[in-house]
């Protein structure tokens, strides 16, 4: 069995450690140490890295109570190496972990239900709750999870007996047999837990929920602690700050600017519409008197706008409208009928020009691949007059 001194002592990053076995597996050579402060891959939590002796941590994992560290190089068993944990992703490990419990222990108590999942990524952390929590709740939720920063909270790892156990109240996705671990962040949690943390929560620096949705019927949040937090803000802060410069007001100022031009761009848009409601009702004004049946090749228009024309032509003639624009693909079109025939003419849009779409009996509408000269020439053909 392998001692796990990281139980005791999450900031022991250099030591030595006697190797035990060394054995050849697919990923690269699973070794045990006499001791380690290595954590193994559980409960949410990624493995340690860093290097035994000169060969690389590739990851740590735990079987059969043996702490197996997989190595991407053979050591010989019975030497004693130098044994390094990188630090950076420790402590990034414990900020963000000793966060997750302070948030999860004041949400768990307030809704009364259960952490039902955990992950921790490379990037921010993910929560199940079987609850749904208010969005609302959100900002007073982490100003108090951050209160226990403001307040530097001592983090307590104890190993209470099955009597002692028996007298605390505490959080547990599983059922433990044999000896329970307790971390304890005073009254905001106390949770069974095998994970790296911090001795007090001013360690972690801040707690902030970037994210919420509904998840199998509860709650998940996304969260970030410590430097991850630090990195968020900042990329958000450069971004805004960017948006700024671009909108000529500072980055706080960005949100007003942006509405603001929301508001011109609906006008825009309007008064775009409206000028082009005008155009088509010129064009159909170009149709020369008797003609029933038009196709016209358009540059530039949406496919609301097809529609909007396509329209406009039948009203004025009384028959049938095509309406076509160049897309990077080909061409989009809309043949509308006052006949209810246009659904007929779909089997020869699909068989000369790689046609794809469909519609009722009284529009179609879809995509055509070819030239426009030979997508014409086949409306002229049918009798329709082609409008420039």
């Known amino acids: 069995m392998s001692i796990k001194k990281y139980e005791t002592d999450a900031y022991t990053t250099n030591f030595v450690g006697e190797i035990l076995t060394c054995n050849k597996v697919e990923s690269g ?20 890295k860093g290097f035994v002796g000169n060969a690389v941590v590739l990851d740590v994992r735990e079987k059969n109570e043996q702490i197996l560290h997989i190595l991407d190089r053979a050591v010989a068993v019975g030497d004693h190496l130098d044994c390094t944990i990188d630090w950076e992703n420790r402590f990034d490990l414990m900020q963000n972990h000793s966060g997750e419990h302070i948030l999860s222990g004041i949400i768990c108590k307030q809704y009364n239900c259960n952490n039902v999942g955990f992950h921790m990524g490379t990037e921010k ?20 999870a951050n209160e226990a920063i403001w307040t530097n909270t001592p983090i307590l790892v104890t190993y209470p007996n099955q009597e002692e156990l028996a007298e605390i109240d505490y959080r547990s996705k599983i059922e433990i047999d044999g ?14 837990c095998c994970g790296t943390h911090v001795v007090s929560a ?38 805004a700050d960017e948006a700024g410069r671009m909108l000529s007001v500072s980055g706080e100022k960005v949100a007003g600017a942006v509405t603001n031009l929301l508001a011109e761009k609906d006008d825009l848009i309007q008064k775009l519409s409206k000028t082009k409601y005008d155009y088509f009702k010129l064009l159909a004004k170009t149709i020369p008197e008797g003609v029933e049946n038009v196709a016209i090749l358009g540059d530039g228009f949406a496919g609301k706008d097809l529609t909007n024309l ?34 007929d003419y779909m089997a020869d849009l699909k068989t000369m020009f790689s046609g794809k779409g469909g519609g009722k009996k009284e ?19 049918k009798g329709f007059c082609i409008i420039n």
């Open 202 to 239: 001013g360690e972690i620096g801040v707690i902030k929920i970037i994210g919420i949705q509904s998840y199998k019927g509860g709650t998940r949040l996304e969260i970030v602690c410590g430097k991850r937090a630090l990195l968020h803000y900042d990329k958000k802060n450069r971004s």
């Open 29 to 48: 050579y699973a070794v045990t140490l006499k001791e380690t402060y290595f954590y193994p891959e559980g409960g949410g939590q990624p493995s340690d």
């Open 125 to 144: 952390i993910l929560i199940d709750f079987d609850a749904k929590i208010e969005e609302a709740d959100i900002a007073k939720l982490e100003a108090k």
């Open 363 to 381: 529009a179609v509408q879809g995509k055509l691949a070819g030239k426009s000269k030979d997508i014409l020439a086949y409306w002229r053909e």
């Open 310 to 343: 396509a329209d406009i032509l039948v009203e004025t003639t009384g028959g049938r409208a095509f309406v076509m624009s160049p897309t990077a693909e080909g061409f989009a079109f809309v043949l509308i009928s006052k006949h209810q025939d246009a659904n």
């Open 179 to 192: 000896q329970v671990r307790i971390v304890q962040a005073g009254e905001y949690d106390c949770c069974a």
